[in-house]
């Protein structure tokens, strides 16, 4: 089973983001073990995200991938121990964007944070999908 | 004010969904008013969409923006009426987008059309408070 780590910068306030995360916590049972990271700031970011070797830092400057570039790279060439790090409001330091393995921009659009929390987690779920050719993804 | 239509296919089932939009209408109270019209299928969506004079289908092959550029052309060139197609699980019939004024594609990841509406509502949102230069948007 993947075991992922997601760090990411303040705690989840809105009822709705709770309950689409409970959602898809339930939907990812058995598929893939995603742990949250909340942190204060960004020397917690640095310090909770130096010790990851496979590093994904959500940054509008990385690069665009479709769901299945996402699927096919968590699956052949991530391996089934990495970590997601989202930034807040300033987006992530300039030190974890410069270590991390791969930086990501989910679209040129620019989510809250708590958006890019559902979208990750939705992504990581269809990933799996995808991977299993099931018809969540057509 | 703006208005909105927001033409979809197939209700909003999910409850943490609802309570999104719900947050979503609260803030967007004397801004913006969008009406969201459910349609069953292709055929109600090309009834629905064809008199719209100005008519935005959410399309993965069209173009992408960044939320400053969605912000401008609302306010500098959509105006102030509009239409916001969004296709079910198939993608929106070719006739919509053969008639759309603009084919805008949220992002190259494929989001459910649930997650799409959550999408064009905070960036409908976001463009508002770009062009007021307010602080939800830096």
Chains 1, 2 share one sequence.
Request: charged share 30%.
């Amino acid at each position: 089973m993947i075991k992922v780590k997601a760090i990411t910068v303040g705690r989840c306030k809105e009822t709705w983001l709770a309950e689409a995360m409970a959602e898809y916590k339930k939907r990812l049972t058995g598929k893939m073990d995603i742990e949250w990271i909340f942190v204060e700031n960004d020397g917690e970011m640095i310090a909770k995200t130096e010790k990851e070797s496979l590093l994904i830092a959500l940054d509008l400057g990385g690069k665009m991938l479709s769901s299945e570039e996402l699927s096919h790279k968590l699956f052949t060439e991530w391996g089934s121990r990495l970590a997601f790090a989202i930034g807040g409001a300033e987006g992530l330091p300039a030190e974890v964007i410069r270590r991390a393995t791969f930086r990501w921009s989910l679209s040129p659009l620019t989510f809250t944070h708590q958006i890019a929390r559902l979208l990750l987690t939705e992504q990581l779920y269809r990933a799996i999908e995808i991977e299993k050719g099931s018809s969540y993804h057509k």
